[in-house]
């Protein structure tokens, strides 16, 4: 029986580990670069499938960027150029709240223009 809730615990536990948040075919809608170079990615959508520890309400819609690195510098020249065209955008977020630290906001992890 122990095996049981044991196996039944892990299952548990690794599922809420390995969810990450995506939105598809959405819009974004705003692009919010602060001083220090982190940023949010908003969508005309809500983000799905976020990590419990990444909800927010204040920002359901949107995924954090690091603009101080290579990659974030690339995110945010594509959702710039996806916010110009009016195009729409699938992005995943990383399954952590790394970029504005605490509880706020999913990490983008990768994404493209459809």
């Known amino acids: ?12 536990a690794a599922s809420n580990v390995y969810s990450i948040g995506h939105v598809s075919n959405a819009k974004v809608t705003q692009i919010r670069v602060d001083g220090d170079g982190k940023a949010m990615v908003y969508f005309n959508k809500p983000i799905t ?15 954090g960027v690091d603009a101080g690195t290579d990659g974030g510098k690339a995110v945010l020249s594509m959702v710039l150029a996806a916010k110009a065209s ?12 790394g970029v504005y630290g605490g509880n706020t906001i999913e990490t983008w992890n990768y994404g493209h223009i459809l």
């Open 49 to 63: 499938g976020t990590p419990a520890t990444c909800v927010h309400s204040a920002y359901k819609n949107a995924l």
């Open 86 to 97: 009016g195009s729409l955008v699938t992005a995943y977020g990383l399954g952590v709240c």
């Open 1 to 12: 029986m122990m095996k049981y809730i044991v196996t039944l615990f892990s299952i548990l």
